[in-house]
């Protein structure tokens, strides 16, 4: 049972252009969302994340979007740059009722992003 | 400070074979992970440690025993490794949600 669902194995994309990456859930106690970058031979970095209590979030060049009712997020890339290429993975989280993260991420299969120059 | 460290890097084993994969952090994390990851599956948590002296089976754990030795160290083993443990393994440790990896194990099991 894949809680964590991103349906696009590879996606790419002509540099200075807009990247979409996309994450489905199914598990409606998630409240904390999380998208990871990875490169070849690397662990995981973060990228950004968000809670449930907001439905978007900035940092720079990335934006991740929430919609609770879709049980859908997406990371967005602007401009899109050839050092993007990697591996994108999402996360997601729940936390306890005393505000304590149970710390446990369920991942999704990841995205191979393409930036052609 | 180097963060999450794994050892070792490499390593073949033979079906039946056991073996140790290292991990410390040096952030004073309280929470620690062991992760596989597989071709179109995505990481899988094998075992975490919410705390020193704790520990807690994930999605996968068959095959697998952990030991938290202290904060800092959290250990993997294989007691008799099959070929479906072939796969790139992953610490990570963390004090909230935000999890931080080493560079990953990648075992061969023949």
């Known amino acids: 049972d894949q809680q964590v669902k991103q349906n696009s194995p590879s996606l790419s994309v002509q540099e200075g252009r807009i990247s979409i990456l996309n994450c489905d859930y199914t598990?409606?106690?998630?409240?904390?969302f999380l998208w990871y970058k990875k490169y070849p031979a690397e662990g995981p970095t973060f990228l950004i994340s968000?809670?449930?209590?907001?439905d978007k979030n900035e940092d720079g060049r990335f934006t991740v979007f929430l919609n609770k009712s879709a049980k859908h997020l997406s990371l967005h890339i602007v401009p899109s740059q050839p050092g993007d290429s990697a591996v994108y993975f999402c996360?997601?989280?729940?936390?306890?009722?005393?505000?304590?993260?149970?710390?446990?991420?369920?991942f999704g299969q990841g995205t191979i992003l393409t930036v052609h120059p | 400070n180097a963060g999450v460290t794994q050892t070792p890097k490499f390593q073949v084993l033979k079906t039946g074979q056991s073996m140790t994969l290292q991990c410390a952090q040096d952030?004073?994390?309280?929470?620690m992970y062991w992760y596989r990851q597989d071709p179109g599956m995505g990481l899988r948590l094998i075992y975490y440690?919410?705390?020193?002296?704790?520990?807690d089976k994930g999605e996968v754990p068959n095959g697998y025993n952990v030991s938290r030795l202290n904060k800092r160290e959290f250990s993997l083993r294989l007691e008799s490794a099959a070929p479906s443990q072939t796969s790139v393994y992953f610490c990570?440790?963390?004090?909230?949600?935000?999890?931080?990896f080493g560079p990953g194990t990648r075992l061969t099991v023949l």
């Open positions: 996360a997601a989280s729940r936390w306890d009722a005393g505000g304590t993260s149970y710390g446990k991420l369920t």
């Open positions: 598990n409606s106690m998630f409240d904390y």
């Open positions: 440690s919410a705390s020193e002296g704790t520990t």
């Open positions: 968000i809670s449930s209590i907001k």
């Open positions: 990570a440790s963390s004090i909230a949600s935000e999890q931080f």
């Open positions: 952030m004073n994390h309280n929470s």
